[in-house]
């Protein structure tokens, strides 16, 4: 009896030992799984959506190609303006105002499409590799701004020659719209559109900080959005020349007439005016200084203003305190 007990102790024992390795083997599989659960990435928040109209476009383009001009227009109105007519409403793409708008339309297609075939190479390039340029560019924009997590709606369309980039108001909301034909037409085939990317999507960061007022902004804030741009995407592209930049060279053209852009910008900063704003901005304003003037002015007061404020302090800008300190950078500068 002793000798079968002792038997029995031994094989208890055993059966102990075999049951505590096989309890450990399956908590230890069980902590790697946790590890390894740890280890997973988290999950990237949603960003934007992205809406290419350039396949209707090239669609159009294979049926209007060497027809005459009237029978491109309808065309272009069926085939374009059809599918996609939030794109190509009046504010959008900034036709005339007080005009009807079929009459307008027609008008800006009577001119756009003539001009058309010596744009088409560089559209075309563009569609093959702007959606891919785009999520490089937006890699090194994201090194800067890592919080940049925008989760609106960027459309590659078309402007009819009334700008390159930048939002709008789009069916209630405001997408991105980057426009082929105005890419081509301004910055030609072999810019470096880094610095012009980097620009809109800074447009798009800034405006979480900083929006734009309902009734619409003063020239001081248009100064400062675009200056503030011009900024920043000079940081992130050291080596971009003002061309690159600003689309031509206003370091040249704009310091001749400074003393008479301060006056007249002082005059008016608070001022929330159409006319105003064309003649400092855009590529078909008209008046005494160089055409986009505002963008270099803007430019030289978001560098001087740089001295003083970090650049998260000067995202964050606004209201009183930016118009105090805009109006004091002009008067020195």
């Not at 209707?56 to 209007?64: C, G």
Request: hydrophobic share 40%.
């Amino acid at each position: 009896m002793t000798l079968f007990f002792k038997t029995l102790q031994r094989a208890c024992f055993r059966m102990r030992i075999w049951a505590f390795l096989i309890v450990f083997a399956f908590s230890s599989l069980g902590l790697s799984k946790r590890v390894v659960a740890d280890k997973k990435p988290k999950e990237q928040p949603k960003s934007y959506r992205t809406i290419n109209i350039m396949p209707t476009f090239w669609t159009f383009w294979t049926k209007a190609r060497g027809q005459k001009l009237a029978t491109q227009i309808k065309l272009f109105q069926r085939w374009v303006v059809a599918k996609y007519p939030k794109l190509f409403e009046s504010q959008v793409i900034g036709l005339k105002k007080g005009v009807p708008y079929d009459a307008a339309l027609k008008k800006r297609l009577a001119l756009y499409l003539p001009s058309l075939p010596k744009h088409i190479p560089t559209m075309k390039a563009l569609t093959n590799t702007v959606q891919n340029k785009l999520s490089r560019f937006e890699k090194t924009f994201k090194k800067a701004f890592p919080d940049f997590a925008w989760k609106g709606t960027i459309y590659f369309t078309l402007s009819l020659g009334s700008f390159d980039g930048g939002t709008r108001r789009v069916d209630g909301k405001e997408p991105l719209l980057f426009a082929l034909d105005g890419i081509a037409k301004y910055h030609g085939a072999h810019a470096d559109l880094q610095p012009f990317f980097h620009h809109e999507l800074f447009h798009v960061y800034h405006n979480k900080f900083a929006p734009y007022p309902k009734k619409g902004p003063p020239l001081y804030l248009c100064l400062w959005t675009e200056g503030l741009a011009v900024y920043v995407s000079q940081l992130l592209n050291p080596k971009a020349s003002y061309k690159d930049l600003l689309l031509a060279d206003l370091a040249k053209t704009v310091p001749p007439h400074m003393k008479a852009i301060k006056k007249e910008l002082l005059s008016k900063l608070k001022l929330v005016d159409w006319e105003t704003y064309k003649s400092f901005f855009l590529s078909r304003g008209k008046g005494p200084f160089p055409r986009r003037t505002g963008y270099y002015v803007g430019y030289l007061l978001a560098k001087r203003l740089a001295k003083r404020f970090t650049l998260d302090q000067l995202v964050r800008l606004k209201e009183a305190k930016l118009h105090e300190e805009m109006h004091r950078a002009l008067v020195g500068l």
